[in-house]
């Protein structure tokens, strides 16, 4: 899933985002409502965690505009108010759902995992793909049975092939969809992703057209 942290205070930010990461989500963190506003209208972002209190736009502001503009964006507040009134505040503003700070990070990835299962088109099946299969609830990958340890990136990247099985994904469409909106590391890193891939792939006995190389272009899944 793509995410925007909206959140002025780094301290929480980028502990935030890392972990997120790890989850095996894509992660973009802003610090004013007004930039998370013009970024939401990219069409990139599945879930918004959303603060109350942010610069040039607070948060309850910027949910209703995002509900105005008839946005599907999920929502999820996180915020240092715990009233029952600021709750109701919230939640009629548009969000889905309301964490209050501090929060566990297992509890908010828990919220995200249920927030998923409401929406349809983001709900977790079994992708297959010959003897491979990838389990997005679980984030489990096996080939033949065998459990294959993927890194984040190794993840998104299969991950997205399995979604897209008869498409030629080229290295700028990797980027625009996988990489967080700094791509500066990007480019040169993803050969270095997908070798890292096949080889653990081919480790469990895949083809070596398993990912195929269609050259000048880009890349997709070959042969099973």
Known sequence: MRILIVEDDERIAKPLAEFLRRQHHIVDITTDGLEAWEWSQSGLYELILLDL????LDGITLCKRLRDASSNLLILMLT?????GDKIIGLDA????????????????????????????????????GDLQLDPGTQQVTYTGNIIS?????????????????????????????????KSSGEGSIKTHLTNLRNKLRACGSSEEFIE???GIGYRLGHK
């Open 94 to 129: 548009g969000a889905d759902d309301y964490l209050v700070k501090p929060f566990d990070l297992k509890e908010l990835a828990a919220r995200i995992r249920a927030l998923a299962r409401r929406t349809p088109d983001i709900r977790p099946q079994i992708l297959v793909h």
């Open 53 to 56: 209190m942010l610069p040039k």
């Open 213 to 215: 190389n269609i050259y």
């Open 150 to 182: 993927l890194t984040p990136k190794e993840y998104l990247i299969l991950e997205y092939f399995l979604r897209n099985p008869n498409q030629v994904v080229t290295r700028s469409v990797i980027l625009d969809k996988l990489w967080e909106c700094d």
């Open 80 to 84: 240092a108010r715990d009233t029952t």
